[in-house]
């Protein structure tokens, strides 16, 4: 049974940094496309950032520049380094696992950005 953990939330102030953690069993990280989303109260979920099996990586114009995917293969974990964060960042961010109709979620992790 696959499962993604997500740590590394938190409560920061605008122009702050955190990284954020998820931590896979079930899965080899590796091989799939990994991603990180977002939802902010009342809104939809959003994607963030992705990964794909071949190390590419794909940005949202909202966070290009400021937040920075990477994967460990050693630690089957994915980091999301949150840099110059802003208000409009707070969400529950989540951590995503996707490879041929095969679509994991963790359970979330909240970052909260002060003004």
């Known amino acids: 049974q696959a499962q993604l953990v997500e740590s590394g939330g938190g409560l920061v102030q605008s122009g702050g940094s955190l990284r954020l953690s998820c931590v896979a069993s079930?899965?080899?990280?590796?091989?799939?496309?990994m991603g990180w989303y977002r939802q902010a109260p009342g809104k939809q979920r959003e994607w963030v950032v992705n990964?794909?099996?071949?190390?590419?990586?794909n940005y949202a114009p909202s966070v290009k520049g400021r937040f920075t995917i990477a994967r460990d293969n050693a630690k089957n974990t994915v980091y999301l380094q949150m840099n110059s964060l802003k208000p409009e960042d707070t969400a529950v961010y989540y951590c995503n696992a996707a490879r041929f109709g095969q679509v994991y979620w963790g359970q979330g992790t909240q970052v909260t950005v002060s003004s």
């Open positions: 990964i794909s099996s071949g190390g590419i990586t």
């Open positions: 079930g899965i080899i990280v590796s091989i799939y496309s």
